[in-house]
């Protein structure tokens, strides 16, 4: 159970307005897009319901939940974001661990998971490599483990695939809703490129200047009249 519901939400930075009235859903297992141009406020909302920005209003409720003022640590949701942030001095198993240690999972369970988390990316020949000798791609795919690997019941990413070259985000794209698709997880996803919204999206949600102008179906926001 972890459907997304956003009512009413208003985001401001001091009194600087970012988001005003916003009502968005994302049903259990569904992958909705959030499109739209530089300074619209996709960030912004993916940092709401992260836990990392307090609403100036509205709620956020996951899975029946009301999670508005839940701290971030408490909101099992797992993030990747445009720049990786892997630890530079953790091999591939360590950075994917790293929040099980933190929740003091055990030894045996923490293999396991890690195991299969890397997996799941394709990645379990290069649990010992350190994040430097790792291609671009490779790094990306490590940071989404470490946040599948947590279990999570909302994955939030935000142009995860900015910082890779052209033939890597084609390829990647298929990689994500496979695993998308694999792990049934509810997924909030940020990017400005309309292929891509097209390719990876169950829904589409087109945000302009902090409000949504337009939502529905690839199929639905792409057709010409
Ligand atoms: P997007 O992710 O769609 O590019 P953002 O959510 O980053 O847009 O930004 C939405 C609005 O909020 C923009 O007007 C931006 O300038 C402003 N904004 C974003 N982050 C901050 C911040 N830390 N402090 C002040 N204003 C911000
Ligand atoms: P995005 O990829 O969301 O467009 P940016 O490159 O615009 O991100 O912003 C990078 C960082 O700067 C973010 O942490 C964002 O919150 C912050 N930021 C964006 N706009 C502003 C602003 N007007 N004032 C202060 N910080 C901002």
Do not use: C, W
């Given at each position: 159970?972890?459907?997304?519901?956003?009512?009413?939400?208003?985001?401001?930075?001091?009194?600087?307005?970012?988001?005003?009235?916003?009502?968005?859903?994302?049903?259990?297992?569904?992958l909705v897009s959030l499109l739209g141009p530089s300074g619209c406020?996709?960030?912004?909302?993916?940092?709401?319901?992260?836990?990392?920005?307090a609403p100036a209003g509205g709620t956020i409720t996951l899975g029946g939940q009301d999670i508005t003022r839940l701290p971030a640590n408490?909101?099992?949701?797992?993030?990747v974001f445009?720049?990786?942030a892997l630890f530079p001095h953790l091999s591939t198993f360590e950075n994917v661990a790293f929040g099980l240690r933190l929740r003091?999972?055990?030894?045996?369970?923490?293999?396991?998971?890690?195991?299969?988390?890397?997996?799941?990316?394709?990645?379990?020949?290069?649990a010992a490599r350190l994040p430097a000798n790792l291609s671009g791609g490779q790094q990306q795919r490590v940071a989404l483990a470490r946040a599948i690997v947590i279990e999570p019941r909302l994955l939030l990413l935000d142009e995860?695939?900015?910082?890779?070259?052209?033939?890597?985000?084609?390829?990647?794209?298929?990689?994500?809703?496979r695993i998308q698709r694999e792990l049934g997880v509810?997924?909030?996803?940020?990017?400005?490129?309309?292929d891509e919204a097209?390719?990876?999206?169950?829904?589409i949600v087109i945000m302009r200047a902090g409000r949504i102008e337009q939502q529905g179906t690839p199929e639905q926001v792409y057709a010409r009249p």
């Open positions: 159970m972890s459907h997304l519901q956003l009512d009413h939400l208003h985001l401001r930075y001091g009194n600087a307005p970012a988001v005003e009235d916003l009502n968005l859903e994302v049903q259990d297992g569904e406020g996709k960030t912004t909302t993916m940092r709401a319901v992260a836990g990392l920005l408490r909101r099992d949701i797992g993030l445009q720049s990786y003091k999972v055990q030894d045996a369970e923490l293999r396991r998971r890690v195991g299969d988390a890397l997996e799941v990316v394709g990645l379990s020949e290069f995860p695939l900015s910082n890779l070259d052209a033939k890597l985000r084609l390829d990647m794209r298929g990689e994500l809703r509810t997924m909030l996803y940020v990017t400005h490129d309309q097209l390719a990876l999206s169950d829904r």
